[in-house]
């Protein structure tokens, strides 16, 4: 593994129903952040509740923290998390070429997506207790096309795509340096300096995509990610600001 970062504890775990549900039991003993990897899960799950396909040699990992503060503070780091993720691809595969950051929680690899981000926390009172950031990597093998929905990014390997042979450990140790040296940024400055890294990573800036949720269908060109992370679209009745949607190209 890369240098761990001091004040962060990792759990490694063979099997487990899922680092999110083991993230939530460990939550309230909880002395500092800790990431929690795991060899396998029987229960992985994606955004919305969905099945995450995770074959043995990918990375399956959460990082569990109490971060305080307001849950809006708390879900700015889907975008700490994915410059994380970012800067530890370049570290593991020495080029940046082909990488790109999708809104929300997607990192993409040639057009691909390569790894999704899942946040899930709980509290009381306007604060948050915990603060779960779920990690899933395609490091060493994509699941099938067929097992993604329609319309949606194919999934990408970090192997096929770039030759890279990386093994969960060597990844999560430089993922936690990464995402310790981003969450300093952003404790220290705010949200600013996050948010214009991520934006010069954005994936289509500039272009027309399309943000769908359960009830509604936004079209229009990807102008920018305002100051509270919500995605920013140029259409023909005006701005639409969207705070939650699937996004497709």
């Known amino acids: 593994m890369s240098a761990w970062p001091d004040g962060y504890g990792l759990r490694i ?28 899960q029987t229960a992985a799950r994606g955004r ?3 099945p995450w396909s995770n074959p043995r040699g ?3 990992a959460t990082l569990v923290m109490r ?15 994915a410059l994380a993720l970012h800067d ?37 009172g306007g604060g948050v207790s915990y603060l779960a950031i779920g990690i899933g990597v395609n490091l060493a093998e994509a699941p099938p096309a067929d097992s993604v929905e329609p319309g949606a990014l194919r999934p990408a390997c970090l192997l096929a795509e770039t030759g890279a042979a990386v093994t969960p450990d060597e990844f999560l140790g430089h993922l936690a340096s990464a995402y ?8 220290t400055y ?21 943000a769908r949720t359960a009830k509604s269908e936004t079209s229009g060109i990807f102008r920018t990610v305002d100051a509270t992370g919500n995605l920013v679209l140029e259409t023909s ?13």
């Open 180 to 187: 310790a040296a981003r969450e300093t940024q952003f404790t």
């Open 48 to 50: 919305r509740g969905r």
């Open 190 to 210: 705010s949200f600013a300096p996050i948010r214009e890294a991520w934006l010069a990573r954005a994936a289509r800036l500039g272009e027309r995509i399309v």
């Open 58 to 60: 990918n990375l399956t």
């Open 13 to 40: 775990l063979e099997t487990v129903d899922s680092t999110l549900n083991e993230a939530a039991r460990i939550a309230p003993a909880l002395q500092g952040p800790e990431w929690i990897l795991a060899r396998f």
């Open 67 to 81: 971060p305080g503060g307001a849950p809006e503070q708390a879900a700015l780091r889907s975008f700490v998390a």
């Open 237 to 249: 009745k005006g701005p639409a600001v969207i705070s939650a949607a699937e996004v497709f190209f």
């Open 88 to 124: 530890t691809c370049v570290a593991v595969t020495g080029r940046a070429e082909g990488l790109a950051l999708k809104w929300p929680n997607d990192v993409m690899l040639n057009g691909g997506k390569l790894a999704g981000i899942l946040l899930e926390s709980a509290g009381q």
